[in-house]
C-alpha cells in the first residue's frame, strides 16, 4: 500500500477525535454546502431558463416560415401548403414537425367589456400535447373536416377582463372591411404568464380565418417549424434556407422575442460569478483547513523526516488527507442537492409570485454534464490548491518540529 495514503486514512477524523476531527468536519461541511448550493443554483437557473423557453417554443415552434409582405403587421399574407418547402421538409431529419398558421385582429366583446385580440388560427396539426401544459381549465380546440370550429381558447388575463369562463360565448368582430363577426365558444384558458401572449393572443380555429380572407383549403399564414435539437437554431437555420422557396422568409423565434431569451441568457452571467464565488470560498477554506492540520501535525512531521521521509511523501499525506475531505463534501453535497431537486420537482414546496417570476414554482431542470462538469471543477481546483500550503512542509526542521507544542 501507498505509504502516504496508509498514514492520511489512519489521521483521517474516524481514526481521530477532539480538534482534528472537529476540522475535518467543518471542512466536509463547507464543501459539501458549496458543491450542493451550486449544483441547485444550475438546477433552477436550467429549469427557468426551460420552463420559459419551452412556453415560447409550444405556442410558436422554433423558427417561423411565411411570406415577405408589407401592410399589416397583424397578418401574414397567405403562402400554400403546395410550397417547395412543405413539400420537402418531411426528408429533413433535424425537423420533427411543422404546423400551419394564421393570425387575424379583431375585437372580443363579452357582456359587459370589449377587448382588442389577435385570433390565432391553428389545424388539427397543431401540436396540442405541448400546449397543455399551458391550458389552466377547459380543453383544446375539437376541430372538424367538414366546417370551421367556433370553439377559442382566451388566456385567464383576457378572460378576467371580459368576465368570461369556459362555456361562454362571445362575439368577436374581425378588423376587415367590410368589418364581420363570428360568435364563438370559449372551451378552455391557458396561461403562460407571458405578456406577448396572455395580453392579446387567444386560438381558434385556421379555417375561421380562410373564411374570412377567402382563402383555400390549402392557403395558410405561415408554418410553425420544430426542431429536434433547440441548441442547434444556427445550424438549422442555415438547412431551413436551403429548402426554402424564393418568396418565403425565415424567422427565429430566438431573434423575434429577443427580449426574453437576452434576459435568460444574461442570467448565466448571475450562476457564473456565484460559481465563481462558491469556487473561491471553497479552496480557501481547504488552504486554510489544511494550514491547521499541518500546524497540528507538526510533531509527526518531524519524526516523519528524522526517519528518513521525503518532502514529497508527507506532502502527498496532507494532500491524500484534503482529497479524501473532498470527496467525502462532494459526496454529501450532490446528495444533499439531489434530494433537494427531486422533492422540489415532485412537489413543488416552494411556490413563486407568477406576476414576478412568470411561473407559480421554482422549476428543477436535470442536466447530468453540467453536475459532473461542476463536481470535476470543484474537485480539479480544490485539488490543486492542496498543493500550497503543504509547500510549507519544506521549510519544518525535525529538530524543532519534534519540540513543537
Known amino acids: 500500500m501507498n505509504l502516504s495514503y496508509f498514514i492520511a486514512k489512519r489521521i483521517s477524523f474516524k481514526k481521530t477525535g477532539g480538534f482534528t476531527g472537529t476540522i475535518h468536519r467543518i471542512a466536509v461541511a463547507s464543501v459539501a454546502i458549496g458543491i450542493a448550493i451550486s449544483l441547485i443554483s444550475f438546477m433552477i437557473l436550467g429549469g427557468f431558463q426551460n420552463e420559459i423557453s419551452n412556453k415560447v417554443f409550444s405556442f410558436t415552434g422554433h423558427f417561423q416560415v411565411m411570406k415577405f409582405m408589407s401592410g399589416n403587421a397583424f397578418e401574414e399574407s397567405p403562402t400554400s401548403k ?13 425537423i420533427t414537425h411543422v404546423q400551419s398558421f394564421a393570425h387575424k385582429p379583431g375585437l372580443l366583446k363579452g357582456d359587459e367589456e370589449v377587448e382588442g385580440v389577435l385570433m390565432k388560427g391553428v389545424g388539427p396539426e397543431f401540436d396540442s400535447i405541448s400546449f397543455k401544459t399551458s391550458i389552466k381549465k377547459g380543453r383544446f380546440i375539437q376541430f372538424s373536416d367538414s366546417m370551421a370550429s367556433n370553439e377559442i381558447i382566451l388566456s385567464t388575463k383576457i378572460a378576467n377582463k371580459l368576465l368570461l369562463d369556459v362555456g361562454d360565448r362571445v362575439t368577436m368582430y374581425y378588423v376587415q372591411e367590410p368589418p364581420r363577426f363570428r360568435r364563438l365558444e370559449i372551451v378552455g384558458l391557458y396561461e403562460t404568464f407571458l405578456e406577448d401572449f396572455d395580453n392579446k393572443i387567444i386560438i381558434g380555429d385556421i379555417q375561421v380565418i380562410r373564411n374570412l380572407n377567402s382563402w383555400s383549403e390549402d392557403q395558410v399564414g405561415g408554418f410553425e417549424v420544430f426542431v429536434q435539437d433547440p441548441s442547434k437554431l444556427d445550424e438549422n437555420e442555415e438547412l431551413l434556407y436551403d429548402i426554402m422557396d424564393f418568396d418565403l422568409k425565415l424567422v427565429k423565434v430566438k431573434d423575434k422575442y429577443i427580449e426574453i431569451f437576452d434576459w435568460l441568457h444574461l442570467l448565466n452571467n448571475n450562476v457564473y460569478v456565484f460559481l465563481g464565488l462558491i469556487l473561491f470560498v471553497a479552496a480557501f477554506n481547504m488552504v486554510s483547513i489544511l494550514f491547521i492540520l499541518i500546524m497540528e501535525r507538526t510533531q509527526m512531521i518531524g519524526i516523519l523526516k528524522s526517519l528518513g ?23 454529501y453535497g450532490n446528495a444533499l442537492a439531489l434530494v433537494f431537486g427531486y422533492l422540489q420537482d415532485q412537489f413543488r414546496l416552494i411556490p413563486l409570485d407568477p406576476v414576478n417570476y412568470y411561473m407559480s414554482f421554482v422549476p428543477i431542470f436535470w442536466n447530468w454534464p453540467i453536475f459532473i462538469t461542476l463536481n470535476l471543477v470543484v474537485l480539479l481546483v480544490t485539488t490543486l490548491v492542496l498543493f500550497l500550503p503543504a509547500m510549507v512542509i519544506s521549510n519544518i526542521q525535525p529538530i524543532k518540529s519534534i519540540r513543537f507544542d
Open 82 to 94: 403546395k410550397t417547395d418547402f412543405f413539400k420537402e421538409y418531411p426528408s429533413e431529419a433535424y
Open 309 to 331: 521521509a521525503k518532502n514529497s511523501q508527507i506532502r502527498r499525506i496532507f494532500v491524500w488527507n484534503g482529497v479524501r475531505i473532498i470527496g467525502r463534501g462532494l459526496l
